[in-house]
């Protein structure tokens, strides 16, 4: 019997084609359904809420309490956009994609390709990202990203097909950086993502927004091994479900230096950049500063298991 049929994970299998079926939806109906999804799950995972407050304030401390829950709750909202429209990443026809695509911008990304650059995409954890990666190998160029595996296998499967079906190519972490080098400077876009927390072994601390962060420091090394340029790109829905907008950014000035505090300094300000025109569509969710320099208090409070009081 195939694994994948174990009634364990007959529920993966529902949510996969539940997803699929709304999918077919007009996108503006999709939109209004999953920014009421949203922000009903936003009222129930307290714990997540926390962390994209507790983000807020780290990053805008500007803002007051009230502005940073009314960003926090579009934010959520967001986020039931972009899991529903996973249908449309699992298998929207490029027609349909076309209608609901706007490419800003491309022009830049397009004149590096003209001079025969290698380049590599820096992508954050915008909302919109994979549908944003779906209309890029669709309409500009198939590219490669580095896969993280996903703990359920139905998910799993179903993430990677998805990605994979307009010919871009999969790259696990473990494979060999070589072999990923070689295929950059075989003028294969590489997807990057590096802006999550690093951890303390494999991070250095560099500002992001403000506030140390242990931050993944190989954009710098991949663009030096591979004579690449870097380019950044974010993915953004636009409001009441008229589409998304992938804008490309300018590509970055002298880069790399060759210093890794510089060059992770320089990736994050760019970061920076692209979440202030409109960051209710960054992930908020995750514990961007969880691991803090020896020495410093957690920024977040320690999550206590029940089983453990």
Known sequence: MNPFLYPRYWPSWLAVGLVRLLGFLPFPILWLLGMGLGRAVGRIALGRRRVAM??????????????????????????????????????ASRRRLARLITLRHRERFDELRARGQN??????HFIGLELGGA?????????MYMYQEIRDPVIDARMKAGRMRFGALSVERQDDLRGLVRKIRQGIPFFYLPDQDAGPRRGIFVPFC???????????????MADAVVIPIHALFLPWGRGLEVSFGTPLAGF??????????AMNQAIEA?????????????RRFKTRPPGEPPLYPIRRRWWRR
Request: glycine residues 10%; charged residues 10%; proline residues 7%.
């Open 54 to 91: 507790r983000n807020l304030e780290l990053c805008f401390p500007e803002l007051s309490i009230q502005e940073r829950g009314r960003l926090v709750s579009r934010h959520f909202g967001y986020l039931g956009v972009a899991a529903l429209a996973q249908g449309l990443v699992w298998g």
């Open 135 to 143: 209309a890029f190998t669709a309409f500009v160029h198939p590219g």
């Open 274 to 286: 692209m979440i202030r025109t409109l960051p209710a569509q960054y992930f908020w969710v995750h």
């Open 119 to 124: 380049i590599i995409v820096l992508m954050p």
């Open 256 to 265: 790399p230096t060759g210093d890794v505090v510089a060059d992770a300094t």
């Open 210 to 224: 403000g506030v140390l962060a242990a931050t993944y420091p190989m954009l710098g090394r991949f663009a030096q």
